[in-house]
Structure formats: structure tokens, C-alpha cells
């Protein structure tokens, strides 16, 4: 997180915090137990939440960096010649990532413990309307969907198949379906 420099103690400190919490998320979800994670940090309570004063704050820690490599993964889309498949490419894995990081996905919903300093869900705006806008203009999305739509759409499926035995394939699946449609009107 930025800010002004820590002591090595408090690096230290949040750095095990996160740590902690990567595992007890992996395992239990976005409704992992702060106070096991600040048992396993070997931190107190207090020191947790002088690091991260939410939840919220928390979660955006543990996602931030799988957060940048969608991200990345956006950017390097955005060349490639085929601009409909690029985006469906990304929005797959983004539903994929979703389904398979247990608590992404209702941590993004918005006003789930809202924080001002959340940037995980911008980030995947920014980086998926660039996909989408060159989609457009290549005639190969709808003219009035706009990022928001289709990241809801994704966010669900993902919260839909993430206790799935194949969360990531069910993902995958679903989400090409609701890109190609249901029906051929």
C-alpha cells in the first residue's frame, strides 16, 4: 500500500499479515477469520487492523496483484487482430479468475463493506473498456453495453460457479454462453 515508509517491524508485520490472509482466504473465502489471521500473522488484533481497517482493505491487499495481471493480460489483447475474440478472450478469464479466487467476486460487489480506497474494480473497468471500445468499433460488441455491464455479468457467473467441483471450466463455459447469446432473435 502507498504511503510513507514503514520500520523493517511494520513491514514485517504486514507482510505476514498478508500472507496470513492469502492462505485463510484461499481456504475460506472472502469471510475468512480476522482474528486467525492475525493468529497466524502472530500479530494482535489491533496490529491487523492498524494495517488494514477493514475488511474491505484486506481483500484488496490479497486480490491487488491478481488484480494487475488481468490487467496486464488486458493490455496485451488490446494488439491483437481479432477485437471481439480478444475481449471474450479476457472476459473468461477474468469470470475464471473470479470463480476460482474464493471471495473475489462478492468482495467486488459494490457497497459490500465500501471502501474509498478501493481500486481493484477500477482497475478491471479501465482495463476491460479498452478491450470493449476496440470491440465496438470493430462492429463485433453492441453499441450501448458498456464495461459495467459485462463485468456484472462476468461477477455473477463468477459468484455462481465458484463452489462449483469445476469452477474454473463452468466459468469458462458459462461465460461464452452469455457473450454468444441464448436465443437467435
Same mark, same amino acid.
Given at each position: 500500500?502507498?504511503? *510513507?515508509?514503514?520500520?523493517?517491524? =511494520?513491514?514485517?508485520?504486514?507482510?505476514?499479515? /498478508? =500472507? =496470513?490472509?492469502?492462505?485463510?482466504?484461499?481456504?475460506?473465502?472472502?469471510?475468512?477469520?480476522?482474528?486467525?489471521?492475525?493468529?497466524?500473522?502472530?500479530?494482535?488484533?489491533?496490529? %491487523?487492523?492498524?494495517?488494514?481497517?477493514?475488511?474491505?482493505? /484486506? /481483500?484488496?491487499?490479497?486480490?491487488?496483484?491478481? #488484480?494487475?495481471?488481468?490487467?496486464?493480460?488486458?493490455?496485451?489483447?488490446?494488439?491483437? *487482430?481479432?477485437?471481439?475474440?480478444?475481449?471474450? &478472450?479476457?472476459?473468461?478469464? #477474468?469470470?475464471?479468475?473470479? +470463480?476460482?479466487?474464493?471471495?473475489?467476486? @462478492? @468482495?467486488?460487489? *459494490?457497497?459490500?463493506?465500501?471502501?474509498?480506497?478501493? &481500486?481493484?474494480?477500477?482497475? /478491471?473497468?479501465?482495463?476491460?473498456?479498452?478491450? %470493449?471500445?476496440?470491440?465496438?468499433?470493430?462492429?463485433?460488441?453492441?453499441?450501448?453495453?458498456?464495461? =459495467?455491464?459485462? %463485468?456484472?455479468?462476468?461477477? +455473477?457467473?463468477?459468484?455462481?460457479?465458484?463452489?462449483?467441483?469445476?469452477?474454473?471450466?463452468?466459468?469458462?463455459?458459462?461465460?461464452?454462453?452469455?457473450?454468444?447469446?441464448?436465443?437467435?432473435?
Amino acid at each position: 500500500m502507498p504511503g *510513507p515508509p514503514k520500520r523493517a517491524d =511494520a513491514r514485517r508485520n504486514y507482510e505476514r499479515i /498478508l =500472507a =496470513a490472509a492469502e492462505e485463510e482466504i484461499a481456504r475460506d473465502g472472502a469471510v475468512a477469520s480476522l482474528e486467525e489471521i492475525a493468529r497466524r500473522a502472530g500479530v494482535g488484533s489491533a496490529t %491487523l487492523h492498524r494495517h488494514f481497517p477493514s475488511r474491505r482493505a /484486506l /481483500l484488496e491487499a490479497v486480490f491487488h496483484d491478481r #488484480v494487475e495481471v488481468l490487467c496486464l493480460q488486458a493490455r496485451d489483447l488490446a494488439g491483437a *487482430p481479432d477485437a471481439g475474440q480478444a475481449l471474450a &478472450d479476457w472476459l473468461r478469464a #477474468v469470470a475464471v479468475f473470479g +470463480a476460482t479466487t474464493r471471495g473475489l467476486a @462478492s @468482495s467486488m460487489l *459494490p457497497g459490500v463493506e465500501a471502501a474509498a480506497d478501493s &481500486d481493484c474494480g477500477p482497475m /478491471l473497468m479501465t482495463a476491460g473498456d479498452i478491450l %470493449l471500445r476496440r470491440a465496438r468499433t470493430a462492429g463485433a460488441a453492441r453499441p450501448g453495453v458498456t464495461i =459495467a455491464d459485462v %463485468l456484472t455479468i462476468v461477477n +455473477a457467473i463468477s459468484l455462481a460457479t465458484e463452489q462449483h467441483p469445476r469452477a474454473a471450466e463452468e466459468a469458462a463455459r458459462l461465460t461464452t454462453l452469455a457473450l454468444s447469446g441464448v436465443v437467435s432473435a
